[in-house]
Every structure is written in C-alpha cells, then in structure tokens.
C-alpha cells in the first residue's frame, strides 16, 4: 500500500494485504480488514468497518457508521448512506461458527441505499436502484427499482440521476434533471440509447 495514492485519517486502520485506490480518502476511527478492494476515488466515512475481502468499484461513497461484512461487492459509483447495514449470514447463532457459509451480495452500478438501510445477504442489488431510508431488503432488487419499508416493497422507478420517473400512456418516462429517456416493458425499466 503507498500512502501517497490515498488519504487515511491517522485514527483508520488498515490491515495487510489491502488495495486502495488512488484519490480514497478513509476518514476517522475506520477499519478496513484483509484482503480488501476499494477503488479509485472512493470516500469512507467515520466509524466504518469493512470487512475481510470485500470489494468497492470507483467512486463508492460510503457514510459514516456503515457495516460491509464479507461477501458484499459494491459496483462503481454506489452511495451506502449513514448507518445502513449488510448481513453476510441468513441465520446467524453466537455459539455457532458459519463463516463457511456467507452469502453473497452484489450491489450494481450506481445503486443508492438510504440510511439505516439493511440488506439481508444474497440478495442482490440492480444497478441504479434506490432502496429508501429505513428499508429492509429481503429479495433482489431489480435496476431502476424504488423501494421502502419492512419488508421493502417497490413503489416506483427510478432515474440514473436519482429523479422518481413517471411513464406515459407509451410507456415511457423522461428524467426531468438529464432528459434521458426510459422505457417500461416486460416488468422492468431500460434506458433508451438515441
């Protein structure tokens, strides 16, 4: 590790065997564990714990109080908001070792999970997605997807710009902020490429 390629608050600590991309900044009293991956330019918060052999892409902004235990893989540009929390086994007991048994979670490209969030492991996370403050996640979240509560429920769709779309009698929707269009079919949303 070269410590003239990333920030690390004197408080973090880093464990062997971890690479940190160029311009990462790991702010106060963090804690990333072996054989870590985290991409250029990514910003982690206070009081964050990122366990054994997790990987972020580029771009992951992590806030402060955040929970990445093994088995979780954060894709470019994702936004894990304050206090929200992954799981890494489905039925975890204090007396009993299962650390053979971690579940896998992909979170996709550009995906935003709100604060005090959990995901419940091995359920993946589509790209773009936003899972709102609070949710719990219990099943894979589809791309575009906007969902809220305990347990999360789908309330609409979302743009990459993070803007609530909403479709016309086509089926289509335009982001208000970028004017991206977006197309409805089949239960899912695309992005339309002109």
Not at 166 to 174: E, G, P
Request: charged residues 20%; contains cysteine; proline residues 4%.
């Amino acid at each position: 590790m070269d410590n003239k390629q990333y920030f690390a608050h004197e408080s973090a600590v880093i464990d062997e065997g971890c690479t940190i991309g160029k311009g990462t900044k790991i702010w106060h009293f963090s804690h990333i564990m072996p054989n870590c991956i985290l991409g250029e330019n990514c910003n982690i918060g206070q009081n964050v714990v990122i366990s054994p052999e997790v990987v972020l892409g580029k771009n992951v902004k992590v806030q402060n109080n955040v929970s990445i235990y093994t088995g979780v893989t954060c894709e470019d540009d994702v936004f894990l908001g304050p206090s929200m929390v992954f799981t890494n086994v489905i039925n975890p007991r204090s007396a009993i070792n299962r650390r053979g048994q971690y579940l896998k979670t992909n979170v996709g490209l550009g995906a935003s999970i709100g604060a005090n969030a959990t995901i419940v492991c091995g359920n993946d996370i589509g790209k773009f997605a936003f899972i709102g403050a609070g949710a719990v996640v219990t099943k894979e979240i589809l791309p575009y997807a906007l969902v809220v509560g305990n347990p999360a429920k789908q309330i609409g769709w979302m743009s990459e710009y993070g803007h609530r779309l909403t479709f016309d009698h086509n089926d289509q929707a335009v982001c208000p902020e970028s004017n991206e269009k977006y197309l409805l079919a089949d239960g899912r949303v695309n992005k339309i490429n002109e």
